[in-house]
């Protein structure tokens, strides 16, 4: 019972730092859902973003060679497990990361699978997210249910359709899926939406067209967009290339980041309780190997610094070793009179006693050299 309250305590210390969570699903197969989730999330993360992404597709994870990670591997410590950084602001984390090679079968049982998923949440470091992306196997089995009911009912689905009725009448049982279990549906985007001819441009409608849009009308949620076939678009995947980079203005990129806009107006209204930190403060930043450390936990020396917000300088930086007791940090800093500490990560409670502490804690930072973290902070890059 112990066990399973810790579980639960650091799911729950996940999921409050992650303001939006977002669930790509489909009850069709072959959609093109996990080429778009990946999309969306790169996205998010070139506007700048923090983004998670988590693949949950146990018996099919595409998403590593959707982004050219497929060769990747995860860190794996006693506490936790490091994410894939596929840029600065988006890590990724999927079963494909753990498989010894591409061509091993999954079996695993459905309990199986909600344990797995759990663990994809509560011990992996995602830190302060913006937007976690997690994209499910079609239909509305284990993994999409486990995913809804581990994230909560904040989770928001948003629906992947091709325009033919064979998809139509499947996709509709996801949005019943997703109001059964009380979340709200995003809205809908309807895939593979004609395809034009390199030659002489005419729109081919190879699946039909607008069955997407019909089925939004009808189950009264948003459309957002058509996202037409594209041959580069297929190359650009199998190469592990995003094509919203890749590829930026093609018609198929402009809808995706029309899309991508959709959903930051999710965060229009975001507020945030962060103290305003003015003036000479002593800034702290966690530091294992020379750089900034993922875990304040496992941090072997501390960055010390003086810095002036107002006029955005830094001075007397100096390398103290960390205090061998990772509990008696927030003391250890306390004496040393800091009041802003950058880290990747935090121990469950840790964040309360700093905060009771007075001390401003930014967390989430990606890798980089200590004191570039803190020149960022000044320039108001990162966020507490």
């Known amino acids: 019972m112990?066990?399973?309250?810790?579980?639960?305590?650091?799911?729950?210390?996940?999921?409050?730092?992650i303001r939006h969570k977002v669930v790509?699903?489909?009850?069709?197969?072959?959609?093109?859902?996990?080429?778009?989730?990946?999309?969306?999330?790169?996205?998010l993360a070139?506007?700048?973003?923090?983004?998670?992404?988590?693949?949950?597709?146990?018996?099919g994870p595409s998403v590593?060679?959707?982004?050219?990670?497929?060769?990747?591997?995860v860190t794996i410590e006693k506490d936790y497990i490091e994410p894939v950084r596929w840029s600065g602001n988006l890590s990724v984390m999927s079963l494909g990361f753990l498989l010894p090679d591409m061509e091993q079968a999954v079996v695993w049982r459905g309990p199986v699978k909600m344990g797995f998923i759990r663990q994809l949440l509560s011990d992996v470091v995602w830190g302060d997210l913006d937007y976690l992306i997690?994209?499910?196997?079609?239909?509305?089995?284990?993994?999409?249910?486990?995913?809804?009911?581990?994230?909560?009912?904040?989770?928001?689905?948003?629906?992947?359709?091709?325009?033919?009725?064979?998809?139509?009448?499947?996709?509709?049982?996801?949005?019943?899926?997703?109001?059964?279990?009380?979340?709200?549906?995003?809205?809908?985007?309807?895939?593979?939406?004609?395809?034009?001819?390199?030659?002489?441009?005419?729109?081919?409608?190879?699946?039909?067209?607008?069955?997407?849009?019909?089925?939004?009308?009808?189950?009264?949620?948003?459309?957002?967009?058509?996202?037409p076939l594209d041959p580069q678009v297929v190359r650009s995947g199998d190469k592990g290339l995003v094509f919203v980079q890749a590829k930026p203005d093609s018609a198929a990129a402009n809808v995706v980041m029309n899309v991508v806009r959709e959903v930051l107006a999710l965060s229009d209204n975001d507020s945030t309780d962060t103290p305003e930190v003015t003036g000479s403060v002593k800034v702290a930043v966690t530091m294992a190997g020379g750089e900034l450390c993922r875990h304040a936990g496992y941090c072997e020396h501390v960055?010390?610094?003086?810095?002036?917000?107002?006029?955005?300088?830094?001075?007397?930086?100096?390398t103290v070793p960390a205090p061998e007791d990772s509990t008696t940090l927030p003391a250890w800093l306390t004496e040393h009179g800091v009041n802003v500490l950058i880290t990747g990560g935090l121990a469950a409670g840790m964040d309360k006693q700093l905060q009771s502490a007075g001390i401003t804690c930014v967390t989430g930072i990606p890798d980089c050299p200590p004191e570039e973290a803190v020149q960022d902070w000044l320039k108001g890059k990162l966020t507490a």
């Open 134 to 227: 997690a994209d499910c196997p079609p239909g509305t089995g284990d993994e999409p249910l486990s995913v809804m009911q581990l994230l909560g009912p904040e989770a928001k689905g948003l629906i992947v359709t091709t325009p033919q009725a064979v998809a139509i009448d499947d996709v509709r049982r996801s949005i019943s899926f997703c109001r059964d279990l009380g979340n709200p549906v995003l809205g809908l985007v309807e895939n593979m939406s004609g395809i034009a001819c390199s030659q002489c441009g005419h729109l081919e409608e190879l699946f039909g067209k607008g069955g997407g849009e019909d089925l939004a009308q009808e189950m009264e949620i948003p459309f957002l967009g058509a996202v």
């Open 24 to 43: 790509v699903m489909s009850g069709k197969g072959g959609v093109g859902k996990s080429t778009f989730a990946v999309n969306l999330a790169a996205g």
């Open 303 to 318: 960055l010390l610094a003086e810095a002036d917000v107002s006029q955005g300088t830094i001075s007397n930086q100096q």
């Open 64 to 73: 590593p060679r959707l982004l050219g990670l497929h060769n990747a591997r």
């Open 46 to 59: 070139l506007a700048g973003k923090r983004v998670g992404l988590i693949d949950v597709d146990v018996h």
């Open 2 to 17: 112990q066990e399973l309250n810790m579980e639960e305590m650091r799911l729950q210390r996940t999921l409050r730092r």
